[in-house]
């Protein structure tokens, strides 16, 4: 994967990514989310190798602010309609250009960011659409370590993954 080589961003859909998708909500209407732990990691990895994460997602939750907090996400953008406009703040912010940048999506919102960015992932559950516009598409599904597995891939192409087994072993 070539395009993982200059990889200096990655963004990270929510619903769908981060999760399975499913919205949990509660007789008090609280909404809930799960997140896979081997996410987290992935996400924790990436950090450590120097490699920053980001969330852009269309709604607003307390559980997802809560779990970017939890791993120390900075770049965190909620309630966002057309999700380029944080993403062109960001690349001016850091300096960097659409190739530097991976996006895991899974539904049709996510085409646009995808069709941007250098490394387009999907989820193995995500919709046609978003597969096909995929340089790599995860063989797990959403909210059940693709996220961790987008990671591993990018951090494995950079040579960076010996480091992050030498740092936990």
């Known amino acids: 994967m070539d395009k993982a080589k200059g990889v200096k961003l990655v963004i990270l859909d929510v619903d769908g990514v981060m999760t399975d998708g499913r919205i949990v909500i509660d007789d008090n209407s609280v909404e809930q989310r799960n997140f896979d732990i081997k996410d987290g990691f992935g996400v924790v990895a990436l950090q450590m190798c120097g490699i920053d994460v980001a969330i852009i997602t269309s709604k607003k939750s307390g559980s997802v602010r809560h779990r970017a907090e939890e791993l120390k996400i900075k770049r965190f953008h909620e309630g966002i309609r057309k999700k380029t ?6 690349l001016a912010e850091m300096g960097i250009s659409d190739a530097q940048v991976a996006y895991v999506g899974d539904d049709l919102v996510d085409l646009a960011m995808m069709k941007r960015v250098g490394l387009p992932i999907a989820v193995a559950d995500a919709v046609a659409e978003v597969r096909d516009a995929a ?13 961790r597995e987008a990671a591993e891939m990018i951090l494995k192409t950079q ?9 936990i072993g």
């Open 85 to 90: 406009e944080p993403y062109e703040q960001m």
């Open 135 to 147: 340089a790599y598409v995860t063989t797990a599904r959403g909210g059940h370590g693709a996220v």
């Open 159 to 167: 040579g960076k993954w010996d480091a992050i087994l030498s740092k």
